[in-house]
């Protein structure tokens, strides 16, 4: 079954506010990643995180890996109608052939 | 540019009937998935393969079936579809030591 919890579930925000979506195990992780699914597209990858603690940044994203790797957020700084889509994070089951599962996903949509 | 193709995009078809949905993709990776997908939810995994002639059922339970005689091509079959079937059918492909998925743009499927 599911590995992560992902929330919020949905999230509905005004140009220009902030925005955070936050995945939490029960288990520590190896790694975790983050995609993006634009309405009628297909998931894009945006970044994996594999440190604990690590925090990376891609230009209004910021990621985070919390210290115990057990949980992980995506922060968007000053939302624009081009981040609207379904966030996702993804992590590598921790048994068999540890194949890759989703969490529940973000749905962002945000006001003009 | 990721290179992993699904056809068809789009198909309608009668109950009872048997389908074949094809990916393939050209950038040599072992590891590809099948994932079902529900409008604005999230992915469930059905199917997942390592390798030419390794193929493990997913989270969800499927009434599909894969197969995997050539690293590029991971055909998924219905033997009867059913209108449950109606859904959204996301392929994905991982390279060895790489973690990013590259998906397909997904065949939408309705079942009449």
């Known amino acids: 079954g599911q590995q992560v919890m992902q929330i919020p579930q949905y999230q509905h925000v005004q140009e220009g506010e902030d925005f955070t979506t936050y995945c939490n195990s029960s288990t520590t992780l190896s790694n975790i990643q983050w995609y993006k699914q634009r309405p009628g597209g297909h998931p894009v990858f945006l970044i994996q995180l594999v440190k604990s603690g690590e925090v990376k940044k891609q230009k209004r994203l910021t990621f985070q890996f919390g210290e115990a790797k057990k949980n992980s957020s995506l922060h968007i700084t000053a939302t624009q109608t081009t981040d609207v889509g379904t966030y996702f994070c993804a992590v590598q089951r921790d048994t068999g052939r540890r194949a890759l599962t989703f969490g529940s996903g973000t749905r962002l949509q945000v006001q003009p | 540019e990721a290179d992993i193709y699904q056809t068809p995009r789009y198909l309608v078809i009668g109950t009872g009937k048997k389908i074949t949905l094809e990916c393939s993709q050209t950038m040599g990776h072992d590891k590809m998935y099948w994932y079902q997908q529900d409008p604005g939810m999230e992915l469930h995994l059905i199917h997942y393969s390592y390798g030419v002639n390794s193929t493990e059922k997913g989270d969800l339970s499927s009434e599909s079936t894969v197969s995997r005689i050539r690293t590029e091509h991971f055909p998924l079959t219905l033997e009867s579809a059913r209108p449950s079937h109606t859904s959204q059918y996301l392929c994905?492909?991982?390279?060895?030591?790489?973690?990013?998925?590259?998906f397909g743009q997904g065949t939408r499927l309705t079942v009449v």
């Open positions: 994905a492909s991982i390279g060895t030591g790489n973690t990013e998925a590259f």
